[in-house]
């Protein structure tokens, strides 16, 4: 396929919050759901030293990916040769740089076959052929989500299975050899009566933190309770928080629970977390309480979980039912640095802007909220690159406005720029 180069401008904004942010266009995307923005896309946006990259679907369900040098705002974007069913939120396209510069590609997934491909070159935006990993549990995947280790290495998680019976399958690339080995195929176990919803993380040293929800069925309503484990050998052993070993797989009887839930509180799955610089885990979410569905903090501190209720939301909705669905506020991305946690996020209670939420965790402060657009961008979720905000605490994030139906339904609406949004600094008072 030809290359094509897109010129954009980089416009300069101060938003009414007085936050500057920079904005470079990448091309036009698929916006009659929410595919391109899912949450879970780990990831939508990623760097190396000299180059960031973005994939998207277009409007004709084409597998977009586009890359810029980090200190231009040109992007140069490639139509690949794959297509995806872009009409299922759920099949959202995930990329990685793995330890040599090479591009890897994960699309089109919900409870089927797997879909991956790697770039030619270093760097380079044009894919190879479809490629097996493994070979094993590839007949049925869903939510297929990359994290890259400090040596260079790749882990890929994914479920096995289906909503309510399903199991997480952990591979993992070694950058030398350039092949993949299965290291669990059921990490965590629904013993055929539940599945686990998961997010995960990768602090400084390599450990790698895990937490998740349970679902007992096909509808939301059913998840609870949130759970943790970690690993300081590349996933191949697991431990609890205070270091005693797990028995694999994982169940619902023998995981640690950093904070017990029950079913039918608005508990979502698959948002986010993080670490801070000694590698405690950070946990975001939301659930009802007292009466309104508010953002939620879960964190380890000296060895205790700890839970911080963020208070700012005014308003509850319902969560009961199965698909993707149209929800008025978003998952809730989370960072942390220098004391301060902030959680990035999108609300219809403020005109479904990307709004910031901030505060120091170990003082009695309120939490502040500030605006990084003064647009709306539809039922948008988070998602940034983890690369250059842990190397540089620069957030760059991947914007489009769209739009998403209850029950895989779909809008009317054209497609929209994807863009992205540079924070020059993040809030600090």
């Given at each position: ?34 595919v391109n923005t899912v949450i879970f ?48 939120a759920h099949n959202a396209i995930s ?108 602090d400084r040293d390599g450990n790698i ?221």
């Amino acid at each position: 396929m030809k290359k094509l180069l897109l010129l954009t401008v980089c416009l300069i904004l101060t938003s009414c919050s007085g936050i500057k942010t920079t904005t470079s266009e990448v091309g036009k995307g698929w916006a009659k759901n929410s595919v391109n923005t899912v949450i879970f896309r780990k990831n939508a946006i990623i760097s190396n030293k000299n180059y960031q990259f973005t994939a998207y679907y277009d409007n004709s369900s084409n597998l977009i990916l586009a890359k810029r040098r980090l200190d231009k705002s040109t992007w140069e974007v490639h139509k690949t040769r794959y297509k995806g069913n872009s009409k299922d939120a759920h099949n959202a396209i995930s990329i990685a740089l793995d330890g040599d510069g090479y591009l890897h590609v994960s699309w089109d997934h919900h409870d089927t076959n797997l879909r991956y491909a790697i770039s030619k070159k270093p760097s380079g935006l044009e894919l190879g052929n479809e490629l097996k990993m493994t070979g094993k549990l590839e007949e049925k995947v869903s939510y297929p989500q990359f994290y890259k280790l400090p040596n260079g290495n790749l882990l890929f998680m994914y479920r096995s299975g289906q909503s309510g019976r399903g199991s997480l399958v952990l591979n993992r690339f070694n950058n030398k050899t350039k092949t993949w080995e299965q290291i669990h195929e059921n990490l965590i176990n629904g013993e055929e009566q539940r599945n686990a919803y998961w997010q995960a993380t990768v602090d400084r040293d390599g450990n790698i933190h895990l937490s998740w929800v349970w679902r007992e069925s096909w509808d939301v309503a059913t998840n609870h309770d949130l759970a943790y484990a970690v690993s300081k050998d590349n996933g191949q052993t697991w431990e609890r928080s205070d270091g005693e070993k797990y028995e694999l797989p994982i169940t619902a009887a023998t995981a640690e629970y950093a904070w017990k839930i029950p079913q039918n509180s608005n508990l979502i799955n698959q948002t986010s977390m993080t670490t801070d610089r000694d590698g405690n885990p950070y946990i975001a979410s939301y659930w009802n309480e007292g009466g309104k569905t508010q953002y939620h903090l879960v964190y380890l501190e000296n060895g205790e979980w700890k839970k911080e209720n963020t208070g700012f939301r005014k308003t509850s909705f319902d969560l009961s039912g199965g698909g993707t669905k149209k929800i008025p506020i978003s998952r809730p991305e989370i960072m942390v640095n220098s004391g301060k946690a902030y959680l990035l996020f999108r609300d219809a209670e403020r005109d479904n802007k990307i709004s910031l939420a901030y505060k120091n965790i170990s003082k009695g402060e309120s939490w502040k909220i500030k605006d990084l657009t003064s647009y709306s961008v539809g039922e948008w979720e988070p998602n940034y690159d983890l690369e250059l905000f842990s190397l540089k605490k620069e957030l760059h994030i991947f914007v489009q406005n769209v739009s998403q139906m209850d029950s895989e339904g779909l809008s009317t609406q054209e497609p929209t720029p994807v863009k992205i949004l540079k924070v020059k600094s993040l809030p600090k008072k």
